[in-house]
């Protein structure tokens, strides 16, 4: 069973606009990771956030959680048609889980030239 | 280094048979984890294992199996094939505990 929902399930945008993608989960967690896949390929890894972490930032994605809400946001700024793809948040159980991920169900995002 | 390479790409099978898909992960990682990815289930857990062991299974049937070998080397395993098992099968590996995982390219399997 997946973990939780993400918001929203597509995005159409121009190139150069800001894509905001949301993710909710339903348990504890250890960590939350953000992957990418392009046209049902294999899972690139986008970034890690550890619970006990707020915000981070890599190039031009940003990622906040929000632990008391079970929620986080993956933000890709000034996107490029490159940046289609399926988007995906994934947590890591604090209860051993060791590196099983629960995956949600994705975002679909296409960047329009 | 090179990365998660899994074999076959692409299988065709019929209802009924067995197959037994295969990955290689990256150099140095032990532990290696199967996801299996459909429309109507996306993307969900099948196993882990670190060095040779299961140390978690998914909420799969029995006819889903794995085993891994002292070169990390991993193997899944789905018997009496079934059609709702055509799906794109992941792997991916991790060096540590609770870290970033790195993905193959899949096999996508097809049963007819």
């Known amino acids: 069973s997946q973990q939780g929902e993400e918001d929203p399930q597509a995005l159409s945008i121009q190139e150069g606009e800001n894509a905001t993608m949301n993710c909710s989960y339903k348990?504890?967690?250890?960590?939350l990771q953000w992957y990418r896949q392009n046209s049902g390929r294999g899972l690139v890894h986008l970034i890690l956030?550890?619970?006990?972490?707020r915000e981070k930032h890599s190039g031009r994605l940003r990622v906040t959680l929000d632990t008391s809400k079970k929620s986080s946001s993956l933000l890709i700024t000034a996107s490029r048609a490159a940046d289609t793809a399926s988007y995906f948040c994934a947590t890591g159980s604090d209860s051993g889980g060791y590196n099983k991920l629960i995956f949600g169900a994705g975002t679909r995002l296409a960047v329009h030239p | 280094k090179a990365g998660v390479t899994q074999t076959p790409r692409y299988l065709i099978k019929t209802r009924g048979q067995q197959v037994t898909l295969s990955c290689s992960p990256i150099?140095?990682?032990?532990?290696v984890s199967w996801y299996q990815q459909t429309p109507g289930q996306g993307l969900q857990f099948l196993f882990e294992?670190?060095?040779?062991?299961?140390?978690n299974k998914g909420n799969f049937p029995g006819r889903f199996s794995g085993r891994q070998f002292s070169n990390s080397r991993s193997e899944m395993n789905v018997s009496t094939l079934e059609l709702g098992d055509s799906a794109l099968y992941l792997c991916a590996s991790s060096l540590w505990d609770d870290n970033e995982q790195f993905f193959g390219p899949g096999t996508r399997l097809t049963v007819l």
């Open positions: 348990t504890s967690i250890n960590n």
């Open positions: 150099s140095g990682h032990r532990s």
């Open positions: 956030i550890r619970s006990n972490e």
């Open positions: 294992y670190f060095s040779e062991t299961q140390r």
